[in-house]
């Protein structure tokens, strides 16, 4: 079962604009990670949270994570147009498995 | 340059013909892993390695079989694929583990008819 689901599933906005997901998953976990999906092609790693640290920043994105609440954050600040893209937040929990959720799929118009 | 290749990058087969997917790492990563990626449900872990001869099964091993002999290689085989095994397929490595970012792939793009 998948662990992690985003939400929401789709976003459109303007470039400039801050955009804003969630991931909320079901048990605990080691960390918590963001990856950047662009059409089709393969994931790449945005930025990487740990279950003891409830802030952390990379750049424009700003991600929070409440673990009373399994849940995750990421913030995007003025968007632009080539952040377009899938946006999937993945847990590292028990023995070596990672899951990932099923993604926002963002849209930045110019 | 550091990467993680993948091949074929685009297969059409058929129902029962054994195939393998290869993968390659040149990072000197000690986990690697295989996903399928399918609309809707995101990306599913089918199995992962920690290291060499040391595999193990993700959320959705059913049909599918990996060996891990040398540390940079991963294959991915599908011992009589089927239909609903036609997916995009990403393998990924990472230096020590599911604590640490994963490097993917291209992906396969797999078509069981």
């Known amino acids: 079962s998948q662990q992690g689901e985003e939400d929401p599933q789709a976003l459109s906005i303007q470039e400039g604009e801050n955009a804003t997901m969630n991931c909320s998953y079901k048990?605990?976990?080691?960390?918590l990670q963001w990856y950047r999906q662009n059409s089709g092609r393969g994931l790449v790693h945005l930025i990487l949270i740990r279950s003891n640290e409830r802030e952390k920043h990379s750049g424009r994105l700003r991600v929070t994570l409440d673990t009373s609440k399994k849940s995750s954050s990421l913030l995007i600040t003025a968007s632009r147009a080539a952040d377009t893209a899938s946006y999937f937040c993945?847990?590292?929990?028990?023995?070596?498995?990672?899951?990932f959720g099923t993604g926002t799929k963002l849209q930045v118009i110019p | 340059e550091a990467q993680v290749t993948q091949n074929p990058r685009y297969l059409i087969t058929v129902t029962g013909k054994k195939l393998t997917v290869t993968c390659s790492q040149n990072?000197?990563?000690?986990?690697m892993s295989w996903y399928r990626q399918d609309p809707g449900l995101g990306l599913r872990q089918i199995y992962y390695?920690?290291?060499?001869?040391?595999?193990d099964k993700g959320d959705v091993p059913e049909g599918y079989k990996v060996s891990r002999k040398e540390k940079r290689n991963f294959p991915l085989i599908l011992e009589s694929p089927s239909p609903n095994q036609t997916s995009l397929y990403f393998c990924?490595?990472?230096?020590?583990?599911?604590?640490?970012?994963?490097?993917f792939g291209p992906g396969t793009r797999l078509t069981v008819t």
């Open positions: 990072m000197n990563h000690e986990y």
């Open positions: 390695s920690m290291n060499v001869e040391v595999t």
């Open positions: 990924a490595s990472s230096l020590y583990g599911r604590a640490a970012e994963q490097y």
């Open positions: 993945a847990t590292a929990g028990g023995y070596q498995k990672v899951t």
């Open positions: 048990t605990s976990i080691n960390n």
